[in-house]
């Protein structure tokens, strides 16, 4: 029989996965966890694994396409089990049956919201569009009320489905698709920094399965002509799409009409997945540059944008620069590299400024804390997680490193130069990733003095360091040279005010320039 | 800008203060936009001055008269006598009041009024004309403008409205008496309300009707009691006949017709009626100016905000297309109202009721049961004909029926279709039904008021679901 595989959870909270490389060609053998495919989730690239042995019949999606956690991505031809639905195409295909799903998750299968295969039974009820039915199509069983709900909460009410008699939509209903939607979203947004609350996974699978049907490469339209508003022309030009392509089941007049949305839809399913003939364009293209070019926002670069988006929109965010003396820090450092050296490690200062922060947070604590939002309190921290930011080529990404107070300046050399490793490697873990208390960003690393970091949101404080350099001083009437670093703090104001943030910086500072009192840390 | 304009500026200018027009400001006023609207003629359009509203004080009134005088049955013996100038006279007085109310209520919510034929003079200004020697015009910038500009009967070569001999429908809802003869060009439901109201005023009536059918649009099923009526009344229904021409006589006028094979035919009569269909009014608008072109009927196409082409350019009731309707044209004023006050508003209706106020009426909303099978569902119907109804045959009307449908897998109702009296009032239950997703079980299980006619609806529900009460089952 043919068993389908859809892309699974690969990781916590995760919603859609790129497709970077196929593993296994249509024919090939493959045993059970044998790795058929590289999908680069958010965060990491992970191996997805063959729930079978069998031999690959279909690869269903193109490399580099990103797809839906739950769409099927490749199908199996398993010897020696029923070929009832060998011959299974369409919508039911994808419908998964207790047979069938008992490799996926549970919550997938438990998922609340509109499957491909119930979107197909309900499609004259719920009002999905569909040939078949083009006039049954525009009927939403829903009060109007509810309709009304469905468009403040932005909800596309054809796609919710409803509990009610005969599958009739209800308020809750609604409430239901829309929160589904805003918890997936965040917890995508929130995924790198934070343990996923428990039922998240059910959560975002609903609001993954109520994206299927979007995640099948769209097929364009070829008309002659098509009416659309100026707006929309204008939109499709911007979006380099031919509005005659743009799938439509809207008319004027006989003549079919394109409305924004449409031609939104068609642009993101497009992206989503490239067709061959794009592709094709692409590489043959020999000519001059493009004046303007596009590339997908997405996977890591998008993860990281929601999130700082996130954090700015969220924490007030306040920056109080200062500048440390570091004379004597770069003398003790110098002195123990040679040393750390021939231990094997390579000793930067950040483990230095990483055990000054932490006994400057002992010391004001607020710094190492978290809002909670929803119950409204404050989460001091009494563990010291801190995280570091790492320039990677796919971006900046923040491996943690534990209990920092636990550790010596050694032992933290090594972490830091570890998981940097991994991080520009791209192994590192979503674990590794999580669930910081307070966040370090070295940009000085790369040059300049002072920037407005920001927060590692829910963190409410960010250290940025600029670049440590011998700059004047002026002391006592007198100019001398010594080796400064710049320090830019960036703070939560909601949870630290003005005043606390200098106060934690001034006993940072007492800390780097006086390095020899992290011994009685 | 010309010598002694004066230029005003508004959030929302509305353009035609008929009940596309007027809801729309009102709801703009109520959603805190300054809004001016202008109107060329009266407030409250054609619908409250020369359509809906006249023609049912008519009908009504003639209708009265008309029972009185065929009630042996109930045992009232009358011989009333129409006065057509009292009549006229009182429904000028309805109108009056109505259009009143709807003055007051622009004022009452904000809305600046002004009088005057308004056309686009730029992408985001128009120039009102005041009438009358002297009166000056003036500009208004607007920031959105809503176009509510209505329909007028359509003139068919030959018989150009004179108000004489060739009358419009709105020259035959104020007639200083009743002709001794009318013949009616058009067998729609204008031609056939209008043939109802002369008949019953005494006047000889003949309808000629270019297609094979009378109220073409509504299927045969409904047609039959409405034309058996109207012949009944004495009018003579003439299908199949095309208005050629008239000519006047010593008498009054002659009609000619043409049929499909060449045939010509005469009719005699004092004047002729010409209710062949509605056309919107467009060309006055100077669209051009604004970037709007109508498609070759003269409609402006919109989205499901309302919204022309010209993205703050809207359009609402006739202007916006089929069905040409106040009720249709009342929602999309609304809904153009709170879009453009940035309100999550969209015409998201289901289904758009329509009545005919014949004897007996028409009223349909939603899905016939063919088409509901060809929108892919698989349709039940259930019927109730009123002639089982205890309350029909106390007001003497048993014609007709109410046929409810619906889908039979989940039960939703889709649609109705009822022909007998007080039709254009109970469809709105079925409406009702069809808008808020209810089942056959919903309507069937909710109590109605006996003896009533709306308990047909809930028979019709029974019905499709195969325990009707009164009825045999289907």
Not at chain 1, 70 to 99: H, K, L, Q, R, Y
Not at chain 1, 225 to 249: I, K, S, Y
Not at chain 1, 393 to 409: F, Q, S, Y
Not at chain 2, 382 to 404: E, K, N, Y
């Amino acid at each position: 029989m043919v068993r389908e595989f859809k892309l699974p959870d690969v990781g916590e909270g995760v919603a859609e996965g790129e497709i970077v490389r196929w593993l296994v060609e249509p024919g090939d053998e493959v045993s059970e966890d044998q790795p058929v495919a590289e999908v680069e989730t958010d965060k990491a690239v992970v191996e997805v694994p063959s729930p079978v042995d069998g031999s690959v019949k279909e690869l269903l999606a193109e490399e580099g396409e990103v797809v839906p956690v739950g769409d099927v991505i490749i199908t199996f031809n398993v010897e020696g089990e029923e070929p009832a639905e060998e011959e299974e195409s369409g919508p039911e295909a994808a419908e998964p049956s207790s047979g069938e799903g008992k490799r996926e998750p549970t919550k997938v299968e438990g998922r609340p919201a509109v499957t491909k295969a119930d979107a197909g039974e309900d499609r004259r009820a719920a009002g999905t569009e569909d040939e078949e039915a083009p006039t049954a199509s525009k009927r939403v069983f829903a009060p109007p009320n509810v309709r009304r709900l469905a468009r403040e909460l932005g909800v596309d009410v054809a796609s919710v489905e409803g509990s009610g008699p005969g599958g009739r939509i209800s308020e809750g209903d609604v409430r239901s698709a829309a929160e589904g939607d805003r918890d997936g979203a965040e917890s995508e947004e929130s995924a790198g920094s934070e343990e996923g609350p428990s039922g998240l996974d059910e959560e975002l699978s609903s609001a993954v399965s109520s994206q299927e049907g979007d995640s099948q490469p769209p097929e364009a339209a070829d008309r002659e002509r098509t009416l659309a508003a100026p707006a929309t022309r204008r939109l499709a030009e911007e979006q380099g799409v031919d509005l005659n392509a743009v799938p439509t089941d809207e008319t004027r007049d006989g003549e079919a009409f394109v409305t924004p949305e449409a031609v939104r839809e068609y642009t993101e399913a497009r992206r989503a997945a490239p067709t061959d003939a794009a592709e094709a364009t692409a590489e043959t293209e020999t000519g001059p540059r493009e004046r303007e070019e596009r590339e997908p926002y997405r996977g890591i670069r998008r993860t990281i944008g929601r999130q700082m988006a996130q954090s700015k929109y969220t924490a007030p965010h306040v920056t109080h620069h200062d500048t440390a003396e570091v004379e004597r820090l770069v003398e003790t450092r110098g002195e123990l590299k040679a040393i750390a050296e021939e231990r094997g490690v390579r000793l930067t200062y950040m483990p230095f400024v990483m055990k000054a922060v932490v006994a400057a947070l002992k010391q004001h604590p607020y710094l190492n804390s978290s809002l909670d939002e929803e119950s409204e309190e404050v989460v001091v921290k009494n563990y010291y997680d801190v995280g570091i930011a790492v320039a990677t080529d796919a971006g900046l990404m923040v491996p943690v490193v534990r209990d920092v107070d636990e550790k010596g300046v050694l032992q933290l050399a090594s972490e830091v130069n570890e998981l940097a490793q991994k991080a520009r490697e791209r192994s590192i873990s979503r674990e590794e990733m999580q669930g910081g208390t307070f966040t370090i960003t070295n940009f000085g690393a790369i040059g300049g003095e002072f920037a407005t970091p920001i927060i590692n949101h829910p963190e409410v404080a960010i250290l940025g360091l600029g670049e440590l350099d011998e700059r004047p001083i002026a002391e006592d009437g007198e100019v001398r040279a010594a080796h400064t670093l710049p320090l830019s703090l960036s703070i939560d104001h909601r949870i630290v005010d003005g005043a606390v943030a200098a106060e934690f910086t001034n006993t940072l500072i007492e800390y780097l320039e006086n390095p020899n009192l992290l011994l009685l840390e | 800008m010309v010598v002694g304009d004066i230029s005003t500026g508004t959030d929302v200018l509305v353009i035609g203060a008929g009940p596309g027009g007027y809801v729309a400001a009102i709801r703009a006023g109520q959603l805190d936009l300054d809004v001016t609207l202008v109107e060329r003629e009266a407030f409250g359009g054609v619908c409250l001055n020369h359509g809906c509203i006249p023609s049912k004080a008519l009908i009504t009134a003639t209708g009265v008269a008309h029972e009185a005088a065929n009630a042996e049955e109930m045992g009232i013996h009358a011989d009333p006598a129409i006065d057509m100038g009292g009549m006229v006279e009182w429904k000028e007085g309805i109108v009056d009041r109505l259009t009143g109310g709807v003055e007051k209520l622009c004022k009452a919510n904000g809305v600046n009024l002004v009088e005057g034929t308004a056309e686009f003079a730029g992408s985001h200004k128009a120039r009102v004309a005041h009438d009358g020697q002297g009166q000056g015009s003036e500009s208004i910038e607007f920031e959105h403008a809503i176009v509510a500009t209505g329909s007028r009967p359509i003139e068919i070569p030959g018989f150009e409205f004179d108000g004489e001999h060739v009358l419009s429908s709105r020259h035959a809802l104020s007639p200083d008496s009743a002709p001794d003869s009318l013949v009616i060009v058009g067998a729609g439901y204008i031609g056939m309300e209008l043939a109802g109201v002369y008949a019953k005023a005494g006047t000889d009536v003949t309808i000629v009707e270019m297609l094979d059918e009378a109220l073409a649009g509504y299927t045969d099923d409904l047609a039959a009691p409405v034309v058996d009526n109207i012949e009944e009344l004495g009018v003579e229904l003439h299908l199949g006949e095309a208005a050629q021409g008239w000519e006047e006589t010593n008498d009054g006028i002659e009609v000619a017709t043409e049929n499909a094979d060449g045939e010509e035919s005469t009719f005699d009569a004092e004047k002729v009626l010409v209710a062949v269909g509605r056309e919107p009014v467009t060309d006055t608008l100077n669209l051009e100016s604004v970037g709007l072109e109508p498609d070759e009927d003269g409609f402006l196409a919109t989205d499901d905000r309302a919204r022309t082409d010209v993205s703050h350019v809207y359009a609402v009731g006739d202007v916006a297309g089929e069905p040409l309707l106040a009720h249709k044209g009342m929602k999309e004023g609304r809904v153009a109202a709170e879009v453009i006050a940035g309100e999550p508003s969209a015409l998201d209706y289901q289904a758009v009721p329509a009545a005919v106020f014949t004897e007996p009426e028409i009223g349909t909303v939603g899905m016939t049961e063919a088409e509901a099978e060809e929108a892919g569902f698989s349709p039940v119907t259930g019927q109730m004909p009123f002639q089982a109804s205890g309350r029909a045959l106390t007001t003497g009307h048993t014609d007709g029926f109410v046929r409810i449908v619906a889908d039979e897998e989940s039960g939703f109702v889709l649609g109705g279709q009822i022909v007998g009296p007080d039709a254009s009032e109970l469809v709105a239950e079925v409406g009702l039904a069809i808008e808020l997703g209810a089942t056959l079980e919903d309507v069937a299980a909710t109590i109605h008021t006996h003896p009533t006619l709306s308990e047909a609806v809930q028979e019709a529900a029974e019905n499709a679901l195969g325990h009707a009460i009164h009825t045999l089952n289907r």
